[in-house]
């Protein structure tokens, strides 16, 4: 008995790309080879045929074929998605060009599009293309919810296809759902610059995956050392000094800046100047847009520790917004689908609602060394 999982495996493995491709002649020839290697000769093969690269076997060979041999569910199962994905393949990357996505936009490029269209198609790919007779607008969306349940798809099909990423031309990464989102919705597709993905009718869309970050990981590139600027600024030269630059506190920014003020104003020092300062210093580090004066422009905003937290996560949100030209965000998991759409105007509301949050704590927040934490969905 022919074990036909094996006799796959053995075919896909040799492949070029590392799966059997129906319209390749040179994957039709590895075939043969295998089959005569498992003692099975077809006599109607066209072996001339092939060498020429005109058409492979006929359809009732194939079928011929997988009547002699006794396939398990899951074989059938394999087989049939081969069969499928292979009719797709031309539709799929028409698809994925139609939505923006080519071998040019890809820093691989045939070969991220050939490793894309070999997730579609052996998903379920007959599903897909069912849905998208009738697409979804993600303008249609609420602002939190599932997307395999917006969509109206099966779970493995999102699951699927969500967890598609890339590499774009210019190294950056392309996440984790937005090919999904440029697949399936009809209001969204890829284009160059500002966000990733644009949104018709709303403008740059930028999705963020669970963990995701509004700017760079900590450790990357200098940042601006607020505890050790704010010393040498506002506390004289001695012991004091000392106590301020090396308390560990001040490493967080927002005990940094109610320290700073609370020793100014015990000092009688310039309070209008140290607000000054330290607008100056937000801004340099999140972007220089200028934005750091809408939260800490008086007294009463460097009081509360928790406050200011939440204060300097809007800054760093909106901040890099800004820098991107982003008009929305939408915040993902690609393991669960959960979502939180959130335009630019909204995002202190939702911060407010805790509809995104960080992993650190309420009061400690942000440091000077990690001034872009990462940001997650906040619980329903």
């Keep these: 008995m022919v074990n036909i999982d094996a006799l796959l495996n053995e075919w896909a493995y040799r492949c070029e790309k590392g799966y059997p491709d129906m319209d390749s002649p040179s994957d ?5 080879s295998v089959l005569k290697e498992q003692g ?3 006599p109607e093969f066209q072996e001339q045929v092939i060498v020429e690269q005109e058409e492979g076997p006929s359809k009732k060979e194939l079928i011929d074929l997988i009547n002699k041999v006794d396939l398990s569910p899951k074989a059938l199962t394999r087989i049939i998605k081969v069969v499928k994905g292979t009719g797709f393949r031309t539709k799929t990357k028409d698809l994925l060009a139609k939505n923006g996505f080519t071998e040019k936009d ?3 490029g045939d070969a991220d599009i050939d490793r894309i269209l070999n997730t579609v198609t052996n998903s379920e790919v007959d599903e897909l293309f069912k849905y998208l007779e009738t697409p979804k607008a993600l303008s249609s969306f609420p602002s939190r919810g599932n997307l395999a349940n917006q969509l109206g798809i099966s779970s493995n099909l999102a699951k699927d296809l969500m967890g598609i990423e890339g590499t774009d031309e210019g190294g950056s990464n392309i996440g984790k759902i937005e090919i999904f989102l440029a697949l399936v919705l009809s209001d969204v597709d890829n284009r160059k610059g500002g966000g990733d993905l644009n949104w018709n009718g709303v403008g740059n869309l930028e999705v963020k995956g669970a963990g995701g970050r509004a700017g760079q990981q900590g450790g990357r590139g200098n940042y601006v050392n607020g505890q050790n600027r704010i010393a040498d600024e506002f506390v004289p030269q001695g012991d004091e000094r000392e106590e301020f630059e090396s308390n560990s506190e001040n490493k967080l920014i927002n005990y940094c800046l109610k320290n700073g003020f609370d020793y100014v104003s015990n000092n009688n020092g ?6 000054n300062f330290t607008q100056k210093l937000l801004d340099e580090t999140f972007f220089n847009k200028g934005l750091a004066k809408k939260y800490f422009n008086k007294a009463e905003d460097f009081k509360d520790l928790a406050v200011m937290r939440n204060k300097i996560f809007k800054l760093n949100i909106e901040a890099y917004a800004e820098k991107t030209n982003v008009d929305a965000f939408m915040f993902a998991s690609a393991k669960t689908g959960e979502y939180a759409i ?3 105007d909204k995002v202190g509301e ?3 609602q805790g509809i995104i949050r960080t992993t650190v704590d ?3 927040g942000y440091s000077w060394h990690n001034p872009n934490p990462n940001i997650n969905l906040g619980k329903k």
């Design 28 to 32: 039709l020839r590895i075939l043969k």
């Design 40 to 42: 099975i000769t077809l």
């Design 106 to 108: 890809f820093k691989s």
């Design 270 to 275: 310039d309070i209008k100047k140290y607000i």
């Design 342 to 344: 959130i335009n630019i």
């Design 350 to 352: 939702a911060i407010d």
């Design 362 to 364: 309420p009061k400690l």
